[in-house]
């Protein structure tokens, strides 16, 4: 992706939009299996900002799975706030891209 590192104010940019995104998917005990992953890595495809809820989980599995996530689905973690985190990958093609970033 052309954006990577993101910058301090593309991020805000999106936790701003991602405030009024309801969370896409919920991840509970069963963990990121095979199928959580897909669905997920579906999400982003089609919406490029994907809010998932954590359920059941402390603070630091929590990050631990934000960085699994992010690594396994080649996406940035934009942000956590509680329960929820904030993810973001950039349609491959740009025809496909809804979200516009600020320059850098």
Same mark, same amino acid.
């Given at each position: 992706m052309d954006e990577f590192? @993101? &910058?301090g104010a593309q991020k805000a940019f999106l936790r701003g939009l991602g405030q009024k995104l309801e969370p896409a998917l919920k991840l509970g005990k069963g963990g990121v299996t095979p199928a959580f992953l897909g =669905? #997920? =890595? =579906? =999400?982003l495809r089609a919406h490029e900002l994907v809010k998932l809820r954590f359920l059941g989980s402390d603070r630091d599995e929590r990050a631990g799975l934000c960085a699994q996530l992010a690594d396994e689905a080649r996406c940035v973690l934009v942000g956590t706030v509680g329960h &929820?985190? @904030? #993810?973001y990958r950039q349609h491959p093609e740009p025809a496909?891209?809804?979200?516009e970033l600020p320059a850098k």
């Open positions: 590192p @993101l &910058t =669905q #997920f =890595q =579906q =999400q &929820t985190a @904030l #993810f496909g891209r809804d979200i």
